[in-house]
């Protein structure tokens, strides 16, 4: 009652907060736990807006900006913190909480990326088999995915998990980014990590020239690897139940695309070296090893797509496409930090020809093999012969 009148403060948040943690850690309730800390989230947003006539994220941004903390917000993020290991968004904003809010991957982008978070949260939580997204290139698509990898390793440090891309060069930025998340003091791993699994080893073992991490101990199959599908696989890398495949951008560039010869030797390579190393999928209650797929659609050749095709209907199959305009011509990744505006994409589109312009950036592509000509600068028989002699 007093949450719906909106007669809420400080102390009734953490009162909530309290009852959550008996509820999760004492009474093993945590469907019931989480709906509190849920009322809890809320009520601190309401005392901010009420009392300061802001966001907490502002009041947050102050509190960097002054060098003072503020007890609503830390409440905030106590809360966020218990929500971590069930819900993958709060575990994002955790992680970023040392971060200045101007320097963060997330909440600037998270007007068009919570689609995104909200189906990572699916895929993990019911029995889909397998995510394909599809987005333009920069606009964040591959580091969600590495947060999410990250998350996974967090969750399940024994499990095995691999990410693999056109090339080792592509492995080596998978590699350091994920090695950045764990390991650096910029980010909150190590105290999630430390407090889910205490008396577990942050970091047992790791390579760069094999691209491997081990969290918790030493094992031949690593919790995480990257490696390019160039690279070797078969005998070193074990997606396990609990893990996934991460594949991201098989396509090099647009010289690969335009030929069917590679864009089918790449589609073999997928098949026989990538989905190989999963587990089967009835090992687990959700699913045994799952799958994620992300990239830009070059063409109509693309693995995405040729997935998307295979799978359509198929409810353990969920595909998104986010393109770089809206309905309204608008841009979808307007952020407020590094984003792409509406007058950068018009001025692509008129830039490239259509068939490139719709496949890179609208995420829709098609067949335009055989047209010399442009479509619209086709001239056609009305059926009707002009007169005079035109042998």
């Given at each position: ?9 400080y ?30 989230k ?8 009420r ?117 080792g060069?592509?492995?080596d ?27 577990c ?41 609990g893990g996934?495949?991460?594949?991201d ?24 070296k ?5 587990v ?6 959700h ?104 042998r």
């Open positions: 009652k007093l949450i719906e009148q909106g007669k809420v403060d102390q009734i948040a953490d009162a909530l907060y309290q009852a959550s943690q008996v509820a999760m850690k004492t009474e093993k309730d945590n469907e019931y736990g989480l709906k509190v800390l849920s009322y809890a809320y009520v601190c947003r309401q005392v901010v807006r009392e300061q006539n802001c966001s907490i994220w502002e009041i947050e941004r102050f509190c960097f900006d002054n060098n003072c903390q503020v007890d609503i917000v830390n409440l905030f993020y106590k809360i966020l913190k218990a929500e971590s290991p069930f819900l993958f968004e709060s575990y994002i904003f955790f992680m970023e909480r040392r971060r200045h809010p101007t320097k963060r991957f997330y909440l600037p982008r998270r007007k068009t990326l919570k689609v995104v978070v909200d189906d990572l949260q699916r895929l993990e939580d019911t029995d889909l088999k397998f995510y394909g997204l599809s987005m333009p290139s920069r606009v964040g698509k591959s580091t969600i995915c590495i947060f999410f990898l990250s998350w996974i390793v967090y969750l399940r440090p024994n499990s095995h998990s691999a990410m693999g891309g056109h090339s060069m592509l492995a930025g998978f590699y350091d980014e994920m090695l950045n998340l764990i390991t650096t003091q910029e980010y909150c791993f190590a105290e999630l990590y430390s407090e889910l699994h205490p008396g080893v942050l970091l047992a073992d790791k390579s760069a020239d094999k691209h491997t991490i081990n969290l918790d101990r030493a094992e031949r199959f690593c919790s995480f690897s990257a490696r390019g599908i160039d690279g070797t696989w078969t005998g070193d890398i074990d997606i396990s139940d996934y495949l991460y594949v951008d098989l396509v090099r560039d647009r010289e690969h695309s335009l030929s069917p010869t590679r864009m089918e030797n790449t589609w073999q390579e997928y098949l026989n990538m989905v190989d190393r999963k089967g999928t009835k090992v687990r209650a699913g045994g090893a799952k799958e994620l797929m992300v990239g830009t659609l070059w063409n109509v050749l693309d693995p995405l797509e040729r997935m998307r095709k295979l799978h359509e209907g198929d409810k353990q199959y969920l595909f998104r496409r986010i393109p770089a305009l809206d309905e309204n011509d608008k841009s979808n990744f307007d952020y407020a930090i590094n984003g792409f505006s509406t007058e950068y994409y018009h001025e692509m589109r008129e830039r490239l020809d259509n068939a490139e312009w719709m496949a890179k950036y609208q995420q829709q592509p098609y067949v335009r093999e055989g047209i010399v000509f442009k479509a619209d600068e086709l001239r056609y028989f009305n059926g009707i012969l002009p007169e005079g002699d035109h």
